[in-house]
């Protein structure tokens, strides 16, 4: 009963390309998200070419390392937690197109921002996870909101949940991007600490290759520790814990040069624009207008368990009678047991003004965050480039 996320599944009702107009009708907020990460992504990727090899290894590593992070957690049935809704454009029935370059928007655009700063190896890569975070939380409230995807409903990692967004997700994130960043410094970096000014082919592909296979390793073995706070599952007491360590390391660790005279990153607008659309999507939209039809959480009868990856206990089927998602069956019919292919309606706002004020916040957090390794480390768009600045930016990729 299970569609792993590189079948094509030609049984099921999935299209490669769906119509734009199609998707505006039924889902309008997830076709302006779609497109706002694709664009992203392509602008991150026009950005990387010009910046420099080190960059260029940023974009292809967050893209590799991302996408397999996402393939095997839907393919291993222990921490199948998430179900992908049908974009404009899918890969697979379970992988849409934009989904990767999700990984590019929270990995590419802090690790490369972050660099700028002349931060050690170590408080460089807990900065970045913790940029990382203010730019997904956002987008996994409205994601969750909107019917983006869908969670499994009673799986105890995703069960800690502030406005529909897991706790664990945004620690996910937090662990993520720390590693990817730390380990794409371990490649970049010399022996005596300074980036490398060139990098070689061999550095390329050493990186590709370090952060693809090491880096969803070295985040389930700081979830794995963490998660121990909140009784063997993440939540609070998990994330806010992870969140202190990294700030303490980001703003107690040494720094090793201060770029000079850096102009203002026109990515750090591109990156602002898609935290906006975020907020449009959450104030000016209804959920309960959205509709998805696709893979969701295979229905059946209420109460059977099974054990998830932390060896504790959850639902196996979604109980289509009394379950606790952000979704309704008050547009279609209910799924019968054993479908997984079926539509789940959108549920209004509990509370509006609160999702609204939070994901505006966080936003606003999102573009100040930017805009200090973007556009506010001591130099200005136009400054003529002295020799002591064109070093630097050679460095910084």
Sequence with gaps: ???????????????????????????????????????????????????????????????????????????????????????????????????????????????????????????????????????????????????????????????????????????????????????????LRGHDGTEQSFVTRRRFIAGIVLTACITTPLMMAQMFVLQLLDGGTPGLVAFCTGAVIYGAVSFLGRRTARPEGQPVDWLGRGAAAYLIALVICMAFFAPETHVSSGLHQVPGPCGVEESDITGNTRDKYLCVEDHAEDFTFACTTPPAHDVQWYTVCGKEHSNYPAYVAVVSGLVLAGIAALYAVFGALGGSAGRPATPASARARSTAG
């Excluded at 009702?13 to 664009?39: C, D, H, M, R």
């Excluded at 809704?85 to 990767?100: C, E, G, K, S, W």
């Excluded at 799986?155 to 949940?161: N, Q, S």
């Excluded at 620690?171 to 730390?182: E, K, R, Y």
Aim: proline residues 7%; neutral net charge; aromatic residues 14%.
């Design 1 to 187: 009963m299970r569609t792993l996320p590189w079948e094509v599944s030609p049984d099921l009702p999935w299209k490669t390309f769906t119509s734009p107009a199609e998707q505006w009708a039924n889902q309008p907020t997830f076709l302006i998200g779609e497109y706002v990460i694709i664009i992203c992504a392509a602008l991150a990727l026009i950005h990387a070419v010009r910046a420099g090899r080190s960059n260029r290894l940023t974009w292809v590593a967050a893209l590799i390392a991302g996408t397999a992070n996402d393939v095997i957690f839907m393919a291993l049935p222990v921490v199948d937690t998430f179900w992908q809704a049908q974009a404009t454009i899918m890969i697979t029935p379970r992988l849409p197109l934009y989904i990767p370059c999700v990984y590019i928007v929270f990995l590419y655009w802090p690790t490369v921002g972050i660099r700028r700063l002349g931060l050690g190896r170590w408080p460089a890569a807990a900065l970045t996870g913790l940029v990382a975070v203010v730019l997904y939380a956002p987008y996994d409230i409205v994601g969750a909101k909107f019917l983006w995807w869908t969670w499994h409903d009673t799986d105890p990692a995703i069960a800690d949940r502030l406005f529909g967004a897991p706790l664990s997700s945004s620690l996910w994130v937090l662990t993520f991007t720390g590693s990817f960043a730390l380990l794409l410094d371990l490649v």
